[in-house]
């Protein structure tokens, strides 16, 4: 990214975004193919939720009892699909898409009722939804403890890399010719007919600003109160992983989610902490006991890699996207999914910034993600 590119290459463009995580990354390019003038600025903190997912995007197992969550989640899936080939063609990098889907074991009787429950939701919704047999289970998961005899497939759950996912993002921007600035923005300020973002020798001017600084949108100056905060989430990962089954493995305690090159991903916490980013032995060996108890064959394994990284958590379980004012937007708080909404997110902002009535119905911004939903009280307590 240009360094400090403070005026600006060229002219000033139609849309600033502000921050480059998957989220804002996939509205410069969809601002970008609706022929918007659009620059990113972008401060890559250490912390940022998109590179340290585990790329998920799971719209039953994620969406429990929230048929309107489901029902937004499993459209922004469908564009996944499509998008996944286009990030591809146009970084010229694979971002190791996978559609093989989620399997969730029964470990105990209680657990046979709570998949019921899923998958008869699953269903429901006019989602895939099978059993396998323990045939078909070993087969897939060889490593699975001795005893766990079921599972539930859920072939419409998909997973990414989201690291190359947000990296492929970047490398398709640059490709169009579109600038990614890095720099913190510490303020935006409002004039008639235009916006200017600044801070850490930057300033920019833009027709309009789309907010999208995930954990850190509420350091920005110049917004209204907006009740985001810091959810921390601490991974581990082994590698050595060659299961058939490319997927992820969901139980109540641990998710394990397979990256090309035999790496196993175990998630993840859930931690209150503010920006604290610092890793804890107890949370590495709380992951890997759990993992192992399922699938043994991680006793013996050291994990590879430790990280955290900050949810843009917000008082109910949807994200806050929509306009603030005249040329100031906002697309934050997807807390533990965002990237399986960043697509759709992506999506709903050109109508929005431009003005025009979307063409799909699936892109009004639907009033539970509005920004002004939030009582003074749960605004404050951010
Ligand atoms: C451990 C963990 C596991 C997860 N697993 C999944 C999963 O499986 N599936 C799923 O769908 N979601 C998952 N999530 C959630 C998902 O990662 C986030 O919801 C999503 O990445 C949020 O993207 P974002 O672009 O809004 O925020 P971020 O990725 O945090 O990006 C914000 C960016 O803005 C920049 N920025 C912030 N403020 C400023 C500023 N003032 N000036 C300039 N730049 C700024 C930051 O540097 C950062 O790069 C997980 C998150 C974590 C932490």
Known sequence: MARRDASGPGPRPDVLVVGGGLIGLLIARELALAGVRVEVVDDRQEGAASPNAAGMIAPIAESIADQAFARISIRSRDLWRHLAPALEQESGMSIDYDDSGSLLPVLDPEGREVLDGIKARALGLGEAARDLDPTELRELVPDLRPGIEEALLLPGEHRVDNRLAATAAAAALRHRKVVLHRATVERVAEAPRHVVASGDGFERAAGAVVVCGGAWTPRVHGLPA????PVKGQMIAFDGIDWPFTGAIRTPAFYAVRRAGGRLL??????????????????????????????????????????????????DPWPIVGRLSERLHVATGHFRNGILLAPLTARMIPPLVLDQQPDDPWLSIPEVMLPYRFTAAERLSS
């Open 266 to 315: 175990i998630g993840a916490s859930v931690e209150h902490a503010g920006f604290d980013l610092s890793l804890t032995d107890e949370v590495s060996a709380d992951l890997a006991t759990g993992a192992a108890a399922v699938l043994p064959a991680l006793k013996d394994r050291e994990p590879v890699e430790h990280w955290a990284g900050l949810r843009p958590g917000t008082p």
């Open 226 to 229: 907006l009740p985001i905060v």
